[in-house]
């Protein structure tokens, strides 16, 4: 590992009390963390129902599949995130259709995405890229125009506020992603948050191979692994769950949401105030007014349009060697090999989200980073800047 490492968890006595209790209470799965757990992300999102999974993915999959998403259909997307936002549509066999982004949120550009939207249109799926909730708002009306559902793939913005409202509560489900990473984690997970009653029960029995009650309560399951009913599938289903161990780390980590999402954007602080002068460097575009709280998810610059992939690339290459952790944040998901082998992409498809991707550097960004820390990885990056100076001479 790197001495500065891109990311790292926040962790302290009570998420490792809370694990150690699981494991003394003898019940490691389905118990009353995942509910307690649940009612928290809900709660914290306005939303009736929350349902704990294994991974993002697996909510943003059950989300596909409870909206019946399927072979033929289309729905909308961006091509500038975490592959799994489209790998999701893929698995239920329907088609991504992907729209530009907005060069300053980063978001899709709501213009683009109305004009994507054709009779096969079956959903939105949205990302809060980078933890930037911009356009949400746009989103949710287009999809109320046209009758189609909105999914926010809210896996980077937990805790994030836009248009006075939170993150997860704009369109029909929200997914959020508790890998290491993220704000917050729960080892692996995820959670589905939804006011739709008969999706969350769909995704309730998705997630615990098909059984038709709602049998995923710690009481419901003992009683009816007596009874028959807990071999009972009512549909083809998956294990998705998540262990009560995951469960009881995410309930401590989300008690302490506000605490850590403060202390993250301390550190966005101090990388804007040191980056803020620098003219080769585009910084992250905190949206404007008291109408949006970002939730920082990573710290993304972008080096301006004089350089090009190779430049970045060396600089990335570079950074690391001086074991300063740095990632490319995002290769454009449909010049992947799964995307481009299946639909033909080539290059120049998204123009915008293209020379975004390949000018962008994800810097470390975690909340133990001090003014050392930040001082060390702002040096080593004006460096490796002024040596792509004198290179281009
Ligand atoms: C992290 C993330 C996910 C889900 O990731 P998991 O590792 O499956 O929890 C989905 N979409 C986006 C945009 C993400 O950043």
Redesign the pocket.
Known sequence: MSVIPLSRPDITDAEINAVANVLRSGRLSIGPCQEQFEDLVAERCGRRHGIAVS??????HMIMLGLGIKPGDEVITTPF??I??SNCILYVGAKPVFVDIDPVSLNMEPDRVAAAITPRTKAILA?E?FGNPTHMDKLAKIAQAHEIPLIE?S??ALGGRWAGKPVGSFGRAA?F???P??QITTG???MIVTDDDRLAEQCRSLRNQGRSEAIDTAAAAQTSAGTGSWLTHARLGYNYRLSEIAAALGVAQMQRLDQILDKRRRVAGMYMKQLMDWQDLILPTVPPGGEADMSW?VFVVRLTDQYGRVERDRVIKDMRRHEVGVANYFPCIHLQPPYRERFGYQPGTFPIAESVSQRTIALPFYNQLDETHIDLIVHTLKVMLQREQLLKR
Do not use: I, M, P, R
């Open positions: 991974s993002g993915t697996a909510g943003l995130s975490f799994a936002s990302v890229v793939d896996c980077e997914v992603g508790f890998y990473n993220k692996e997970g995820g998810f």
